[in-house]
């Protein structure tokens, strides 16, 4: 772990095995925090803090864009550590390193555009002034599905303005974010910044929230665990951030480019396996090519090579752990059970005898009464289903408990501005699927959580607002 800028073991030497997902061997051991290890990393993080805040924003700034650059320069290497322990392939390993350090390079801008406000007063004596503050020490929680990019999201823009990090990255896939510290580090932000703790999540995040010093609690996760997290942060009345997934719909009008469509879907739907958080995951299709597009859709998913990410021409690597391979099994036995067809895939390659492996599926027939439909699948898994128009579309659409992000296919201006409108959800794509970038704000609504990470919002959410009022 890293801890006052220093990589250190387990106080108390207990560890966790990290499994190749794709061979089902032990790739190595992490530590497992204990409590004094826990108490070293408040500690340092709050004396860390007190001194961090006060460097001008171009020193901040310089740093951090020196972070961007290291990552830029040890990509290759980190992406293949990536794919060891997370399972994705290769070129989308060194996709999400290079986007990590985007988000360096991002927020290496935005620390210098802190902007505060002055406000003229009741009379010309005095002096109203709005500022931004750091909030102090933040404790950030970050999956494995994009074990540096989810993690660079949190660290960037706390460090960017001022503040303080602890992370906890997923037990499953750390060794990126462990890059991210060294990177850190390399580029001379100061012992204490960041830390980095691994081991039991419930331990190290009750610990952490429940400690006074933290002041800032961000999550990546799923919405149970953000729900237990909010309880814990509701009793010291913390500052929160939180993006808990989605159940992303498609809507495929029947004006759009049918069979460019069907491929733009299959290809972002297998992307990392369908683990990803804005992963289209409910696929509506206008009734009058609903037909055709299956058939495009299903063309393309047959095309899709499966094997280990590691191997050059693999499209889709294993899912990361047998956990998701076992619920994306439940999925497709609850819609086959209630009607659903299986138009491709659905079962465990013969072929792989090895890693948790799941054939790209692609289920027709479905309802929304199946659980695919209402519970985040997190998993290769597509269904696909009709819609008649515009308020029947939005009706399907909208009927989850989820709002992360939509998507819609349309060559009409019309139908794309209301149907975007109309998704209760906080990121739209047009014809288009790739809408995670460092510019961009990222965030949902409903029970995808709230607060924005990414853009200039993204660094707000690690400040506080100073009023000041001066009589002269």
């Known amino acids: 772990m890293l801890i006052e800028g220093s990589w250190v073991d387990s106080s108390d030497a207990k560890t966790l095995d990290v499994i190749n997902p794709a061979t089902e061997e032990k790739i190595y051991s992490i530590p497992c925090a204990s409590q004094e290890d826990l108490a070293a990393a408040l500690l340092s993080s709050d004396i860390a803090w007190k001194k961090w805040r006060d460097v001008d924003a171009w020193t901040r700034s310089a740093k951090l864009r020196r972070v961007a650059d290291i990552l830029r320069e040890r990509a290759d290497e980190i992406a293949s550590a990536l794919t060891e322990e997370q399972g994705k392939t290769l070129p989308e390993s060194k ?73 906890k990255p997923a037990e499953e896939a750390p060794r990126s974010v462990f890059a991210i510290g060294k990177a850190c580090m390399d580029a001379g932000i100061p012992a204490g910044v960041i830390n980095i703790v691994t081991g039991n999540p419930s331990e190290i995040s009750e610990t952490l929230i429940r400690s006074n010093i933290i002041r800032k609690v961000s999550l990546t996760g799923s919405v149970p665990v953000g729900q237990e997290l909010l ?164 009706k399907k659409a909208n009927s989850t408990e989820y709002g992360l992000a939509g998507y819609i296919f349309t060559e009409n201006t019309k139908t794309a501005f209301l149907a975007s409108e109309g998704l209760e959800v906080g990121m739209v794509g047009v014809n288009n699927m790739i809408l995670a970038t460092a510019e961009i704000p990222f965030g949902g609504v409903k029970k995808s959580g709230f607060g924005r990470e990414g853009g200039s919002e993204g660094i707000l959410e690690y400040t506080v607002l100073k009023y000041i009022n001066i009589q002269l």
């Open 231 to 394: 309880r814990l942060c509701a009793l010291g009345v913390k500052s929160v951030s939180m993006e808990l997934g989605g159940h992303s719909p498609v809507l495929v009008f029947a004006d759009a480019d049918v069979e460019k469509a069907a491929r733009t879907c299959a290809r972002s739907k297998f992307r990392n396996n369908g683990q990803v958080c804005i992963s289209a995951s409910r696929f509506f299709v206008q009734d009058k090519i609903a037909d055709a597009f299956t058939a495009f859709f299903v063309n393309e998913t047959q095309k899709m090579k499966l094997g280990n990410g590691a191997d050059s021409g693999t499209d889709i690597g294993p899912l990361s752990n047998e956990r998701r391979r076992n619920a994306a099994e439940e999925l497709i036995r609850d819609a086959v059970s209630k009607g659903a067809v299986v138009a491709s895939g659905g079962r465990r390659p013969t072929n792989l005898k090895k890693g948790y492996f799941l054939e790209p599926t692609v289920l027709t027939n479905v309802t929304q009464d199946m659980k695919i439909m209402t519970q985040e699948p997190f998993c290769p898994v597509a269904p696909i289903t009709t819609f008649t128009d515009m308020e029947d579309a939005l």
């Open 95 to 167: 996709g999400e390193i290079l986007a990590t350090a985007d988000q360096f390079d991002w927020y290496a801008d935005e620390a210098r555009r802190i902007y505060g406000r002055w406000i003229d007063g009741h009379n010309s004596s005095q002096r109203l002034l709005v500022r931004h503050q750091s909030v102090g020490p933040v404790a950030a929680f970050s999956p494995w599905n994009f074990p540096a990019l989810l993690a660079a999201r949190k660290i960037a823009p706390a460090i960017a303005a001022g503040c303080s990090i602890i992370v």
